[in-house]
């Protein structure tokens, strides 16, 4: 019995303890499913959270430096802007020190890899035309002729921008502070002749560069230079005039020392509104240094950085860097250089070679398709290089230059699920200018109930400045895209406007793609019609009248094989 009992018990530790051998087995297998999984998890969890690490500490580390030096940081900036629409009114433009977003992006490797393709495939296609040349003629041509002729008789164009500027300092600035200081006097001009006066001299300023163009035959390029610089003009002479009004209408002259007021009174403005690293000292940096309303006009050294700073909002006062990173200036207008050869490239490569026998073919549905999608690829590559070559590059050197810090010429408008986004992020600084002078003054004119009215004025004004350059660049009036921005453009802003979904990003690329290959497509097709079916007459009606519609129904003699010369001539 004592026997069989202690069997038993030896029996019952056995069981046991294999039991608890298979119980910690299984235990020691969930455990690692766990720690698989956890690790899983925790791979996942890093390459969700890796992409965005780095922007956290960059966004916290500026808004540590902006509360030490007292400048404004995008919490702040918020907090302005809600405090400003109480009463319904539309929030200020407001200045702040930041960085442009492909400045930061190109920080993180993976972008910087994109920027290193397009470089590359820059190479390969001046390396495409070296290879072609030496095959085909035997020798390197280097033949760049195109180039040459679009920005042909550079020295008109310097005439006609120096004069521009003059016209602009010695005309607008010591009339606005004529005026300003001598409202309160007897005898002095009504405000309402000083308007008139403002406004022929804005048309003289539409006119005159106008006529300068067609009487020197200016090529494309060229002209869009000249007319690009005149528009800015106007806005930022249109800017400075509008902001100064409301301070030389409330400012009531209290000796004859304020009436004696020099021009260049802010000499010493840096030293005044920034510390020695360029950051401002004021604490309120609301819309960053506001304007000063003790006086009736501002100095006139602030009016000329106005005119060269990569703004079109007149303020004071701006944010400023401490130094001038001159190899930064150098490496971005080296970039403005390549994005021209790129350009160059685009429509010796693609465009050309397919529209410049238009006319000598007989046109069809068939043709004008593959015409359209064959220009789709080109036609979005020039809209993404001249964004980044003027948007980015340029404006950020000119920026450097000048110490501005407000770099916020852009947002991420490729991330854009709506038509509305993508029109207020793809370029800021116009954006802000219709948005200040046009939208939010239309809407006080018009009151708030009328925004919808504002914002088709703002577009048609928009649309009517895009097709002038096109219509003087050209020299022939085809209005695709007016009707494209003026029209399906405005009805996508509600089309789109209706979620965050992604599909919808995608959407507005392909939209975009479709837009830039009927541009490219109608735009060469009319220029190459009047080229080779050219026509005796060369009044108005002509200019108006689409030639592509009837060039190749229309009999002719072929022209010399080198069109560009034709044209140059």
């Not at 495939?121 to 180039?147: H, W």
């Amino acid at each position: 019995m004592a026997n069989q009992a202690s069997n038993g018990s030896v029996h019952e530790r056995h069981r046991y303890s294999f039991m608890n051998g298979i119980t910690n087995r299984m235990n020691n297998a969930h455990l690692q499913q766990i720690r698989d999984k956890a690790q899983s998890l925790r791979s996942e969890f890093v390459e969700q959270i890796d992409a965005h690490l780095e922007d956290i500490f960059a966004n916290f580390l500026d808004e540590v430096d902006g509360s030490k030096s007292g400048r404004s940081t995008p919490i702040l900036e918020e907090a302005d802007k809600k405090r400003k629409k109480k009463n319904g009114e539309l929030p200020d433009k407001a200045f702040v020190a930041r960085r442009s977003v492909l400045t930061e992006l190109l920080e993180v490797s993976h972008i910087k890899t994109i920027q290193h393709i397009f470089i590359a495939i820059l190479i390969i296609f001046s390396l495409n035309t070296i290879v072609y040349d030496i095959v085909e003629a035997g020798r390197l041509k280097l033949n760049f002729e195109t180039i040459t002729w679009a920005f042909g008789k550079f020295p008109v164009v310097m005439w006609v921008w120096c004069l521009m500027l003059m016209s602009t300092m010695l005309v607008i600035f010591p009339a606005f502070h004529s005026w300003s200081h001598n409202r309160h006097k007897v005898g002095r001009l009504p405000d309402i002749v000083w308007s008139f006066l403002y406004m022929a001299y804005q048309l003289a300023f539409l006119v005159l560069p106008m006529q300068s163009i067609l009487y020197h035959d200016l090529p494309p390029a060229s002209t869009v230079c000249v007319v690009t610089e005149q528009i800015r003009f106007m806005m930022k002479t249109h800017s400075f005039v509008r902001e100064n009004i409301p301070r030389a209408l409330v400012y009531k002259p209290h000796s004859d020392n304020d009436l004696n007021e020099k021009y260049d009174e802010d000499s010493d403005v840096d030293e005044h509104a920034y510390s020695e690293g360029g950051s401002t000292t004021t604490s309120d940096s609301s819309n960053f240094a506001p304007m000063d309303d003790s006086t009736a006009c501002p100095g006139f050294s602030q009016f000329l950085y106005f005119l060269f700073a990569p703004t079109l909002v007149y303020r004071d006062h701006y944010p400023r860097t401490p130094s001038i990173r001159w190899h930064y200036v150098f490496s971005n207008f080296l970039q403005v250089i390549g994005c021209l050869f790129y350009t160059y490239y685009v429509f010796e490569r693609f465009c050309m070679p397919v529209f410049q026998n238009f006319g000598k073919e007989v046109l069809s549905i068939r043709n004008l398709t593959l015409s359209v999608f064959s220009s789709m690829l080109p036609g979005t590559l020039v809209l993404i290089v001249a964004f980044f070559a003027i948007l980015h590059s340029w404006l950020n050197a000119f920026a450097e230059m000048l110490r501005f810090a407000d770099r916020m010429f852009y947002r991420d408008w490729w991330n854009s699920t709506s038509f509305s986004n993508y029109y207020r992020t793809w370029n800021i600084v116009v954006h802000d200018w219709l948005y200040t002078y046009v939208y939010k003054d239309s809407i006080k004119v018009l009151g708030p109930s009328k925004r919808t009215l504002g914002m088709f004025s703002t577009f048609l004004l928009s649309a009517i400045a895009h097709e002038y350059v096109l219509i003087i660049s050209l020299r022939f009036f085809y209005p695709v895209l007016f009707l494209m921005f003026a029209g399906i453009g405005v009805s996508f802003m509600f089309l789109t406007d209706r979620g965050s979904a992604r599909g919808w990003n995608v959407f507005m690329w392909v939209s975009l793609f479709i837009g830039n290959g009927l541009l490219m497509c109608l735009y060469s097709q009319e220029w190459y019609a009047r080229i080779n079916c050219p026509q005796d007459s060369s009044d108005l009606i002509d200019m108006f009248t689409p030639r592509s519609w009837s060039c190749s129904s229309t009999p002719h003699v072929s022209p010399p094989t080198l069109q560009v010369s034709n044209q140059s001539q």
